[in-house]
């Protein structure tokens, strides 16, 4: 400052003695002599310096989306020579430019001197081996500028860029070309064909196309095709590819893929190039399916979701925040044949490469679930992350049911009710025909020409696309709305059955029931003030006890004939000579009793096995068709109404109901001994016609124990059974047990059922298991969860003593008494669907304290009941008031009953 401002000349020894600022530190230093140390170590880290402005120049520091201008991975780069580049290097260190983090570390002087050993300087000339050497660097500088053209990758370059990265340890090269690759949908395209497939097109090339054509070469367009089509090395697929869901059509070598990915995923550089171009990739292919139709003119197009969909490491947390959900929503766009084209080729994966799926798209789900405060304002249905991977979810569910144990053959046993017209009531309220019918086939199924019913046993099994955090946040009410009048502006998770539990769809089912009631009760009332008539709004059954089931049958064989619709009105039944009102209770009784007298041993409709503990038609039975109607409308009514009945029929009933016929893994589970010996007929390797001597034709015993015998065949008294006949005759031998001997009772029974359910979701929404869970409930039975359920009133708490007692004796209780309690508590001794927890138990006080017995006010089937024990005398109500709603109503005396050493025992 002195010198600038001429206050004096200092003089040299003075400036040396000066002390400056630092600009690096701002910190006051004395100027000295450097060391030769020092200036060493300076020299150093500016060469190192140097050196990585070099290689950014040049290489690139692997982004292939950099934004640093004076990086060669930036998109708008301009490429360098290398004299270009050193001169830039400079002039950079000079400026202190931005050097982008993870540049090369790699010195430059190993390109030149790594193949120079000290004994090539001993025994060749310095000017011969740097010729040499250059060559050396030559051809590395080929190698790598013949990858920047590739427009699409096999395994064979893949493994060649490979082992180039591996020589020079930088990855650069290859982070470059997946990132150019994987985030263009017209190269990923044409990347990994099968190889095969490469060759047939080379076949289709003009005769005048020059012999050293080989794979990869520049794309040439077939003139010699009709239509001028391009060959398949373009996005467009030429004659010689078939246009065929078929998996073996498929163009992309997938096992070549999956070996390509084993090998890229080891490196996370390349996996964060492939993070970076899914996202990419994602937006441009949705744009594609959605205006530009790419599958349409490109069937190959479906091959960019099958390359992305073999990476294993999709489910994890880098791809699940935004390159997953971008993928999932532009997956959403392909057209239905597209995805039945994918589900054909994906029920052809083993069972792991199915579960990575499923994984997939469920941590997804669960991740955005989670990570989401849903409400009644913002509902889980208006996310479009958990809505595109429901859909594509629901893909790998198809996949998984055509890739199990199918039964393709159709069973023709529906009611014809279905199809009935609108009567006068509902041609007056004008009624939504979308309303009445619902989405009974989904698209999906028709274009597949395949039912869900037809898969006997999955892939995967079913429990595992239920997602349980989906479940908990899911407005039901919300989305039984959507299902029935906006499903075409607003998704219905309901449309995707499999992803919720047996209890979400029964809440679905029971809004539906109940709708369909007010919708009954609403036409009577319109037809009342229209035709001035008094039409009973319920459907009312006053039955005698000692006739209830001649009284029922004349009743609803009259309501079935006149009016069938009536059966869809809600349920209210009446004892003659009784007082009650039918709260629920009244009709659970009423399906008790007539279950336990249809299914009477004596009556002769059913037969009983001893072994299974289950029923099965009788197809020697005396009662007519009536009788099984009645079942049938039984089973449907108590659906209908939200019952729960004591019946024990084995699966293959609840699959014929479905429209199913019954087949030979059935028989496993009503008939296993027969199916044992079945089974060991088609195992035997022996001689089957000499070593069992058995013939088509077959007998039995009725169930009085007359011996019946039936020909499976014309004269099959002389038709032996052989190795060759044996698979016929095991067919045809369980078509008459499960179908043919039981077909009249079992015909009068499935119309008695879809006289009540026809119009009902009930098949779209339920497994043939489901709807036996359904009907029947649970057998298992967690009173743990029922107490942490329970609600409590009238001064009653979770802590009160009388509370206290009241759990811990339940608990105590052995099982057949447990299920005594919950018979006189909710009618039935049986968990509903969703277990003892979705029962709503509400323990309230019943008057002040007494010793007076309980004088049931409910209408439910319960008796005058005491519980006396060593801890408190209680008196105990028992009233059901809304759906799985339940009052227990106590009067407790404030003096104990000892029993000596009762131990706590009930009395």
């Known amino acids: 400052a002195g010198v600038g401002t001429g206050r004096g000349r200092l003089s040299a020894r003075l400036l040396q003695r000066t002390r400056m600022t630092s600009p690096d530190t701002n910190v006051a230093v004395r100027l000295l002599a450097r060391s030769p140390a020092s200036l060493k170590r300076k020299r150093e880290a500016a060469k190192q310096l140097i050196e990585g402005y070099y290689c950014q120049l040049t290489k690139g520091c692997g982004n292939e989306f950099c934004a640093n201008g004076n990086c060669a991975s930036c998109p708008g780069f301009k490429q360098l020579d290398n004299n270009q580049a050193a001169a830039r290097a400079l002039e950079l260190y000079r400026t202190r430019a931005e050097l982008c983090v993870g540049w090369p570390t790699k010195k430059l002087r190993s390109l030149l001197y790594q193949n120079i050993s000290h004994d090539k300087f001993k025994h060749k000339d310095l000017k011969s081996v740097a010729e040499n050497d250059t060559d050396v660097i030559c051809s590395e500088k080929q190698k790598q500028d013949s990858f920047q053209d590739i427009s699409y990758l096999t395994e064979e370059k893949v493994n060649e860029i490979l082992n180039v990265c591996n020589e020079t340890g930088d990855f650069s090269l290859l982070v470059r070309v ?153 997956m959403c766009k392909l057209p239905l044949s597209a995805q039945a084209n994918l589900i054909q080729l994906w029920s052809t994966y083993s069972s792991n490469d199915t579960r990575r799926m499923i994984e997939v798209f469920q941590q997804l789900i669960t991740y955005k679930v989670i990570s989401n405060d849903y409400s009644s304002r913002n509902l889980v249905n208006e996310d479009d992350v958990v809505v595109a991977a429901t859909k594509c979810l629901k893909l790998v569910y198809y996949a998984n049911l055509l890739g199990g144990v199918l039964t393709l053959e159709n069973d023709d046993e529906e009611s014809s009710q279905e199809t009935r017209e609108r009567n006068l009531q509902q041609n007056l309220l004008i009624e939504d025909t979308n309303y009445k019918k619902g989405p009974r086939v989904d698209p999906l199924e028709k274009i597949l020409n395949f039912k869900t019913i037809d898969c006997c046993r999955p892939v995967i099994p079913y429990d595992e696309f239920v997602n349980e955090s989906l479940n ?80 029922a049958l004349v009743r609803l064989e009259m309501i079935a004939t006149e009016n069938p619709s009536d059966l869809k009105k809600q349920l209210y039944v009446e004892f003659e000579g009784e007082q009650g009102v039918d709260e629920g209770g009244v009709s659970k009784e009423f399906f008790q009793l007539v279950v336990e007298e249809i299914f009477n041993p004596d009556i002769g409709m059913f037969t009983y096995d001893s072994y299974t503990k289950q029923f099965w038609f009788n197809p020697t039975s005396f009662e007519n068709d009536g009788q099984f109607t009645l079942i049938g409308i039984v089973l449907g009514l108590a659906i209908y109404n939200h019952c729960i009945l004591d019946v024990h029929f084995p699966m293959v009933v609840y699959r014929k109901l479905m429209g199913k016929k019954g087949t030979l893994e059935d028989l496993a589970d009503s008939h296993p001994v027969l199916y044992r010996s079945l089974k060991d007929v088609l195992e035997y390797e022996g001689n089957v016609e000499e070593d069992m001597m058995i013939t088509f034709k077959v007998s039995y015993n009725d169930l009085f124990g007359v011996p019946i015998t039936h020909n499976l065949k014309e004269s099959s008294e002389d038709i032996p059974v052989t190795n060759q006949n044996k698979k016929e005759f095991v067919q045809l031998y369980t078509n008459y047990i499960l179908n043919q001997s039981v077909e009249k009772q079992f015909r009068a029974f499935n119309r008695g059922f879809h006289m009540v359910t026809n119009e009902s979701p ?5 497994r043939p298991e489901e709807i036996e869970q359904l009907i029947c409930g649970s057998k298992n039975l967690d009173f743990h969860a029922l107490e942490e359920a329970t609600e409590y009133d009238g001064g009653f708490t979770k802590e009160s003593r009388i509370v206290r007692d009241f759990w811990g004796i339940t608990h105590s209780l052995p ?93």
């Open 178 to 330: 997946i990132g150019r690759i994987f985030s263009s949908a017209e190269k990923l395209v044409k990347s990994f064909r099968k190889p095969e497939m490469q060759k047939t097109c080379l076949n289709c090339l003009p005769k005048n196309t020059p012999a050293d054509v080989e794979k990869g070469d520049k794309t040439i367009t077939v003139f010699g095709c009709e239509d001028s089509v391009p060959c398949c090395s373009q996005q467009k697929s030429c004659d010689c590819l078939a246009q065929s869901v078929k998996p073996e059509d498929v163009t992309v070598d997938v096992k070549s893929v999956q070996r390509v990915y084993r090998k890229l995923l080891l490196h996370n550089r390349i996996e964060t190039a492939l993070i970076n171009a899914l996202m990419y990739l994602s937006p441009d292919v949705e744009c594609d399916l959605s205006y530009h139709n790419a599958y349409n003119r490109d069937s190959n197009y479906l091959n960019v979701f099958i390359i992305v969909m073999e990476n294993h490491n999709l489910h994890s947390p880098e791809y699940l925040e935004s390159a997953l959900p971008m993928f999932c929503k532009a």
């Open 762 to 766: 009930l098949k779209y929404l339920f």
């Open 472 to 551: 908990n946040v899911l407005a039901v009410d919300k989305d039984y709305i959507f299902f029935k009048v906006d499903s075409e502006k607003k998704f219905s998770f309901l449309t995707c059955p499999f992803l919720l539990t047996p209890y979400t769809k029964s809440q679905g089912l029971y809004y539906d029931n109940r709708i369909r009631m007010f919708s009954e009760r609403r036409i009577t009332v319109l037809y009342n003030l229209v035709q001035g008539q008094q039409v009973q709004p319920y459907l009312r059954l006053k039955v005698r006890r000692d006739h209830m089931i001649d009284d």
């Open 815 to 907: 099982e057949e008494q447990k299920r005594q309690f919950l018979q006189f508590t909710t009618g039935s001794d049986r968990a509903p669907v969703g277990g003892l927890g979705k029962i709503k138990l509400i323990i309230t006080k019943n008057g002040p304290d007494s010793d007076r017995k309980h004088t049931d006010k409910a209408a439910t089937n319960s008796t005058d009941t005491e519980i006396q024990n060593s801890k408190a005398q209680t008196n105990l109500g028992s009233q059901e008031t809304t759906n799985n709603t339940y009052v227990l109503q106590c009067t407790a005396t404030s003096r104990l009953l000892y029993q000596g050493q009762a131990e706590g025992k009930a009395s």
